[in-house]
């Protein structure tokens, strides 16, 4: 059965701490991303990667960064330079240029800073 | 700035009757619109889509409208059921942003019995 995975589903870190979190595809998609959710802001883009071994920054990537080594992985670390890092984190994929089948997300991860 | 708005942040209707749900674009050269529905703790699943080169596009009870001219796209839930009630946002894509899709604030919709 096909889909996007996302681990952990809760998440808590302390103050000056990196975390990663995790998301796989087994969807054969070329594109990933991550977005984050805060009430009132919808979901804004990260980092996105269109192919292995490359991504781009998106609309609010500081005090974040990702890797794409494998084409069924696309990890977040969010560091500690992140000022306000709870919030709920979205990672979709899709087949490429997201566009006649939009996205397929993950079921999210909730961080919160304690 | 904000490329796609949804500005009404909730709705509540009667179960039955019809949600009007509305999301206003800037960007000329979007040519490609989605609406997703959201539930709590879970991601975004994929409701209807239409292409800029169409006006209208239905699916069941789901109907999506689109004005080019006006920027103005609407998604009508026809009849509204209570397992309707989510969050639904839009989003909107062009070639020029590399296919990336682009999100409205989300709406909130509340279905009563």
């Known amino acids: 059965d096909g889909g996007i995975t996302q681990s952990p589903k809760y998440l808590f870190r302390k103050e000056g701490q990196n975390v990663t979190l995790s998301c796989e595809q087994n969807?054969?998609?070329?594109?990933m991303y991550w977005y984050r959710q805060d009430p009132g802001q919808g979901l804004r883009l990260i980092y996105y990667?269109?192919?292995?071994?490359?991504?781009q920054k998106g609309d609010i990537a500081e005090g974040y960064s990702v890797s794409r080594e494998k084409k069924e992985s696309f990890p977040l670390t969010v560091t500690s330079a992140q000022k306000n890092p709870t919030a709920f984190y979205l990672c979709?994929?899709?087949?490429?240029?997201?566009?006649?089948?939009?996205?397929?997300f993950g079921s999210g991860t909730r961080l919160t800073v304690v | 700035d904000q490329q796609v708005k949804q500005n009404s942040p909730s709705l509540s209707v009667q179960e039955g009757r019809i949600s009007i749900l509305n999301c206003d674009y800037t960007n000329s050269m979007f040519d490609y619109f989605l609406w997703y529905k959201k539930y709590p703790a879970e991601g975004p699943t994929f409701l209807i889509s239409?292409?800029?080169?169409?006006d209208k596009n239905e699916d069941g009870r789901f109907t999506v409208f689109l004005n080019k001219s006006a920027k103005h796209l609407s998604l009508h839930i026809v009849p509204s059921q209570p397992g309707d009630s989510a969050v639904y946002f839009c989003?909107?894509?062009?070639?020029?942003?590399?296919?990336?899709?682009?999100f409205g604030q989300g709406t909130e919709l509340s279905v009563k019995p």
């Open positions: 979709a994929s899709s087949p490429g240029g997201g566009r006649s089948y939009g996205y397929t």
């Open positions: 239409i292409s800029s080169i169409k």
């Open positions: 969807l054969n998609h070329d594109a």
């Open positions: 989003a909107a894509s062009s070639n020029n942003q590399g296919g990336k899709l682009i």
């Open positions: 990667s269109q192919i292995v071994n490359d991504f």
